[in-house]
């Protein structure tokens, strides 16, 4: 479904990845580990299609397509779905309305009858239940005066109405208690399946006891350092990350 | 240099010998008497020019090198049905039709207006009952200080009159519509509106202006809002002229003892605008909400000046003027506030808010405090912004493409001051301009 390789970003003069490779298939759960500043944050937003980051060389290649040439509101179109770390508050737009509009362009995209305000009204409140979402909070502006955990939620709540193939969460978990990260979890789960993946950025390992990735990648100083199943995020919640340093200078050394 | 632009505008002076002659002796000897005291300090003032504090920002020479003539009532093929199409046009409210400045009885419509309330046009009560506006006309609007009131002063020949006694509620809004036909010939107007709210009663006042192509006309005009005790005014001004008209026009508010006043001006058309609004609390715990939006592209200019005046004690004032400004527009904005010596316990609060969708838009906001009590609460703050390149990427990122999120954070920052709005048929033809303005607004009115 998605293949990175070689993926060079920069931000303003720096350098922020330097050669990034990932695989991901359908159905898979891949979760991105790494410490402050390692780029993580950078490449879901490279995915997602921010204008701010300059891509100095690579490819992404999403369902066959250069993922670099298409624009962001495309690639939600064809699919793709970044749940933001801070998700911006647009006084004035009603989450609802907000919403409708973003499914329909989905749905036109793919050849889809627009949805009616009915259908719209019951596929809304199913998934606000899912996502112990306050009614209250839908017919608000979007994410105004939201709290940080409503707004987390918010974002999972846009995901599971717009069923996208590819959902990017950017540290999703950060800043959310144990209860509001069950929940968050529990729609994430609930939306796991074959045709669709996720790719799952974060700095904790605590959300992967919820959602259970199939692989681990660590990034490190913007580079892939480490990949591997579930246990290397036990491991690394043990040791924490700066033995990935020492280990990355060792290697390099080595060659 | 002064002595050319006085030169320039010396065609005021012998349009004003024009008039004289035609009015003969026809008018009451107060008004003749105010009309020659105005056309006397317009003569001292001059145009006024860029070295003066209060037009630093705007240049109205364009205006000055115009030879203007008196505007004449032409329809120019003018029906009831092309009016109804404009704005307001399918509100079922009396209206009082002006042509070119002049009232039109066959464009006009006064079915539904109660008994006792008195709507008629300025030139009609000047001929047959004078004396009863003696006590309003020209008693407000300060001409002494200001060329373009003293002008209009002096040119002081037809609007509306609308007399509300006490204890009528209007349910129905009274829509003034200004249209201008524009002939070949440059021309000016003096609309001259007097409203008067007696105390204890309640109305609805629309005043739009229209003028359709690209002909170049001037507007020249004073409306006067009178609110007794206890009366309840909600006023609106919409201004839509062509883009080459220039479009001078102050409102003077003086409310009494308890009374409440909402005016919201809103600037689309015109070439150059300059809006003064001008309101004195005069009587204890009145309040008024002074709003305004301006939203223009081209080559437009707007300044809105406004002057709050705090007279008694316990007033409220709450203001808020948003802008948008496109590709080379400039606009100018100036609150004042004057608390005077003994008016405490005021509450007032200014806000000024700018959007600049180009480099090239210029704004220039100057709000100003002067306070002469003690024991009140005044605030004011100016923000000059552009888009918020997170809110668009985020909309974008949803699925929404960048022309409909645009116009969607665009007509976010509008709706703030545009939900103000509490006559709710107002507000939707507002909306429903600012959705024909946006890009992609169609998907916006389905996205709000």
Same mark, same amino acid.
């Given at each position: 479904?998605l293949?990175?390789?070689?993926l060079?970003?920069?931000?303003?003069? %720096?350098e922020? *990845?330097h050669? $990034?490779?990932?695989?991901?298939?359908?159905? +898979? /759960?891949h979760s991105?580990m790494?410490? #402050?500043?390692?780029?993580?944050?950078t490449?879901?937003?490279v995915?997602a299609?921010r204008?701010?980051?300059e891509?100095t060389?690579?490819?992404?290649?999403y369902?066959?397509?250069?993922l670099?040439?298409i624009?962001?509101?495309?690639?939600?179109?064809l699919?793709?779905?970044?749940a933001?770390?801070?998700p911006?508050e647009?006084?004035?737009?009603?989450?609802?309305y907000?919403? %409708?509009?973003a *499914?329909?362009a $989905?749905?036109?995209?793919r050849?889809e009858? +627009? /949805?009616?305000?009915?259908d719209?009204? #019951?596929l809304?409140?199913e998934k606000?239940?899912?996502?112990?979402?306050?009614e209250?909070l839908i017919?608000?502006?979007v994410?105004?005066?939201?709290?940080?955990g409503?707004?987390k939620?918010?974002?999972?709540f846009?995901?599971a109405?717009?069923?996208?193939k590819?959902?990017i969460l950017?540290?999703?978990?950060?800043?959310?208690?144990?209860?509001?990260?069950?929940v968050?979890?529990?729609?994430?789960?609930?939306l796991?399946?074959?045709?669709?993946?996720?790719i799952?950025v974060t700095?904790?390992?605590r959300?992967?006891?919820?959602i259970?990735p199939?692989?681990v990648?660590v990034?490190?100083?913007?580079?892939?350092?480490?990949?591997?199943?579930?246990?290397?995020?036990?491991?690394?919640?043990?040791?924490?990350?700066?033995?990935?340093g020492?280990?990355?200078v060792s290697?390099q050394?080595?060659? | 240099?002064i002595e050319?632009?006085q030169?320039?505008?010396?065609i005021?002076?012998s349009n004003?010998?024009?008039l004289?002659?035609e009015?003969a002796?026809?008018e009451?000897?107060?008004?003749?008497?105010?009309?020659?005291?105005?056309?006397?300090r317009y003569f001292e003032?001059?145009?006024?020019?860029r070295?003066?504090?209060e037009?630093?920002?705007?240049?109205?020479?364009?205006?000055a090198?115009?030879?203007f003539?008196?505007?004449?009532?032409e329809?120019?093929?003018l029906?009831?049905?092309?009016l109804?199409?404009l704005?307001?046009?399918?509100?079922q409210c009396p209206?009082?039709v002006?042509?070119?400045?002049?009232y039109?009885?066959?464009l006009?419509?006064?079915?539904?207006l109660?008994?006792?309330?008195?709507?008629h046009s300025?030139a009609?009560?000047?001929k047959?009952?004078p004396?009863?506006?003696e006590?309003?006309?020209?008693?407000?609007?300060?001409?002494?200080?200001?060329?373009f009131?003293?002008?209009?002063t002096a040119?002081?020949?037809d609007g509306a009159?609308?007399?509300?006694?006490?204890?009528?509620v209007?349910?129905?809004p009274?829509?003034?519509?200004?249209f201008?036909?524009a002939?070949?010939e440059?021309a000016?107007?003096?609309p001259?509106?007097?409203?008067?709210l007696?105390?204890?009663?309640?109305?609805?006042?629309l005043?739009?202006?229209v003028?359709?192509?690209?002909r170049?006309?001037?507007?020249?005009?004073?409306?006067?809002i009178?609110?007794?005790?206890n009366?309840?005014?909600?006023?609106?001004?919409?201004?839509?002229?062509?883009?080459?008209a220039f479009h001078?026009a102050t409102?003077?508010v003086?409310q009494?003892?308890s009374?409440?006043?909402?005016?919201?001006?809103v600037?689309?058309g015109g070439?150059?605008t300059?809006?003064?609004?001008n309101v004195?609390?005069?009587?204890?715990?009145?309040d008024?909400?002074?709003?305004?939006?301006y939203?223009?592209?081209?080559?437009q200019h707007?300044?809105?000046?406004?002057r709050?005046?705090?007279?008694?004690?316990?007033?409220?004032?709450?203001?808020?003027?948003?802008?948008?400004?496109?590709?080379?527009?400039t606009?100018?904005?100036?609150g004042?506030?004057?608390?005077?010596?003994?008016a405490?316990?005021?509450?007032?609060?200014?806000?000024?808010?700018?959007l600049l969708?180009?480099d090239?838009?210029?704004i220039?906001?100057?709000?100003?405090?002067?306070i002469?009590?003690?024991?009140?609460?005044?605030?004011?703050?100016?923000?000059i912004?552009q888009?918020d390149?997170?809110a668009l990427f985020y909309l974008?990122?949803?699925?929404?493409d960048?022309?409909?999120a645009?116009?969607?954070?665009?007509?976010?920052f509008?709706?703030?001051?545009?939900?103000?709005?509490k006559?709710?048929s107002?507000?939707?033809?507002?909306?429903?301009?600012?959705?024909?303005?946006?890009p992609?607004g169609?998907l916006?009115?389905?996205?709000?």
């Amino acid at each position: 479904m998605l293949e990175i390789k070689d993926l060079h970003v920069k931000a303003g003069d %720096k350098e922020i *990845l330097h050669g $990034i490779n990932l695989k991901v298939k359908a159905g +898979e /759960v891949h979760s991105i580990m790494g410490p #402050n500043g390692s780029g993580k944050s950078t490449l879901a937003q490279v995915l997602a299609g921010r204008e701010s980051y300059e891509v100095t060389a690579g490819q992404i290649t999403y369902e066959g397509k250069d993922l670099l040439q298409i624009a962001p509101e495309d690639r939600a179109r064809l699919g793709i779905f970044m749940a933001f770390q801070y998700p911006v508050e647009i006084p004035g737009v009603s989450n609802t309305y907000f919403l %409708k509009a973003a *499914l329909n362009a $989905i749905r036109k995209e793919r050849g889809e009858e +627009e /949805v009616d305000a009915l259908d719209f009204l #019951n596929l809304v409140k199913e998934k606000m239940e899912l996502l112990k979402i306050d009614e209250k909070l839908i017919s608000r502006p979007v994410n105004e005066g939201f709290s940080g955990g409503e707004k987390k939620r918010n974002e999972i709540f846009q995901l599971a109405v717009l069923e996208p193939k590819l959902a990017i969460l950017d540290e999703t978990d950060s800043g959310l208690d144990i209860d509001a990260l069950k929940v968050v979890a529990h729609g994430v789960n609930s939306l796991r399946s074959k045709d669709r993946a996720f790719i799952v950025v974060t700095h904790y390992q605590r959300i992967l006891n919820y959602i259970i990735p199939d692989y681990v990648h660590v990034l490190y100083d913007g580079r892939v350092v480490k990949s591997g199943g579930k246990q290397l995020a036990i491991e690394l919640e043990k040791k924490g990350y700066s033995w990935l340093g020492e280990e990355t200078v060792s290697a390099q050394l080595v060659n | 240099m002064i002595e050319a632009v006085q030169k320039e505008t010396d065609i005021y002076l012998s349009n004003f010998a024009q008039l004289e002659r035609e009015l003969a002796d026809e008018e009451p000897a107060w008004l003749r008497r105010v009309r020659k005291a105005a056309i006397l300090r317009y003569f001292e003032l001059g145009f006024p020019t860029r070295k003066q504090e209060e037009w630093k920002y705007t240049e109205v020479r364009p205006i000055a090198r115009i030879p203007f003539k008196p505007a004449q009532y032409e329809l120019d093929g003018l029906t009831a049905d092309k009016l109804n199409q404009l704005t307001f046009g399918n509100l079922q409210c009396p209206r009082l039709v002006f042509v070119n400045g002049h009232y039109s009885a066959e464009l006009s419509s006064l079915e539904g207006l109660p008994d006792p309330v008195e709507v008629h046009s300025l030139a009609q009560v000047l001929k047959e009952d004078p004396d009863s506006i003696e006590p309003y006309l020209t008693r407000y609007a300060d001409y002494e200080n200001h060329p373009f009131i003293a002008l209009n002063t002096a040119f002081i020949q037809d609007g509306a009159f609308v007399y509300i006694p006490k204890g009528q509620v209007l349910k129905e809004p009274i829509h003034l519509l200004y249209f201008s036909t524009a002939p070949e010939e440059a021309a000016v107007a003096y609309p001259r509106n007097l409203i008067v709210l007696e105390g204890n009663n309640q109305a609805v006042i629309l005043e739009s202006y229209v003028g359709l192509g690209e002909r170049k006309y001037f507007t020249n005009l004073v409306t006067e809002i009178v609110a007794g005790e206890n009366a309840i005014a909600d006023h609106y001004k919409l201004q839509q002229e062509s883009r080459e008209a220039f479009h001078i026009a102050t409102l003077q508010v003086h409310q009494d003892r308890s009374s409440s006043v909402r005016t919201f001006n809103v600037t689309l058309g015109g070439a150059l605008t300059r809006n003064e609004v001008n309101v004195v609390l005069d009587g204890e715990g009145a309040d008024c909400a002074l709003d305004g939006l301006y939203l223009i592209s081209g080559r437009q200019h707007v300044d809105n000046h406004t002057r709050l005046e705090h007279a008694k004690p316990h007033c409220d004032s709450r203001e808020i003027y948003k802008g948008i400004l496109d590709e080379k527009a400039t606009a100018v904005f100036h609150g004042r506030i004057v608390v005077q010596p003994g008016a405490q316990k005021t509450d007032s609060k200014q806000t000024n808010n700018n959007l600049l969708l180009s480099d090239e838009a210029l704004i220039n906001t100057k709000p100003q405090l002067e306070i002469y009590a003690n024991d009140v609460k005044c605030t004011h703050g100016a923000t000059i912004g552009q888009l918020d390149q997170d809110a668009l990427f985020y909309l974008c990122s949803r699925g929404i493409d960048k022309a409909t999120a645009r116009s969607l954070l665009i007509y976010a920052f509008a709706s703030e001051v545009v939900n103000r709005i509490k006559v709710e048929s107002v507000r939707v033809e507002l909306d429903k301009y600012l959705f024909s303005w946006l890009p992609k607004g169609h998907l916006v009115k389905e996205a709000v």
